[in-house]
């Protein structure tokens, strides 16, 4: 089991960018497939991007794609979403979420490590 702390949300203007971390305990991330979820008010939580242990594999939804970069630093057991060019439609609970193994994930119920999750709301 790992224990994540997702960080780095906030209020920002359309148009603008933020990046959020997700910062991990317990066990290191080396061997850990991770991912972005968001879930927005009224809305199921929803698939953004993943990547694979060693990086070998990113692949994000279709609405994010060229906005948003997902990497990581396996020394810093931590996982980021850089996130340009934000639009109100991207208002939402972030989530962070991690699975051992070398595939990459895209479902909700493919995960069993999740943070609690951090704000991010994009004004018009």
């Known amino acids: 089991q790992v224990l994540l702390v997702e960080s780095g949300g906030g209020l920002v203007q359309a148009g603008g960018s933020l990046r959020l971390s997700c910062a991990a305990s317990?066990?290191?991330?080396?061997?850990?497939?991770m991912a972005w979820f968001r879930q927005a008010p009224g809305k199921e939580r929803s698939f953004v991007a993943t990547i694979t242990r060693s990086a070998g594999t990113i692949y994000y939804t279709d609405s994010v794609k060229g906005r948003f970069t997902i990497s990581r630093d396996n020394a810093k057991n931590t996982v980021y979403l850089q996130m340009k060019n934000l639009k109100p439609d991207d208002t939402a609970v972030y989530y962070c979420?991690?699975?051992?193994?070398?595939?990459?994930?895209?479902?909700?119920?493919?995960?069993?490590?999740w943070g609690q999750g951090t704000q991010v709301t994009v004004s018009s």
């Open positions: 979420a991690a699975r051992a193994g070398n595939l990459y994930y895209t479902r909700m119920e493919e995960y069993g490590n």
């Open positions: 317990g066990r290191t991330l080396s061997t850990y497939t």
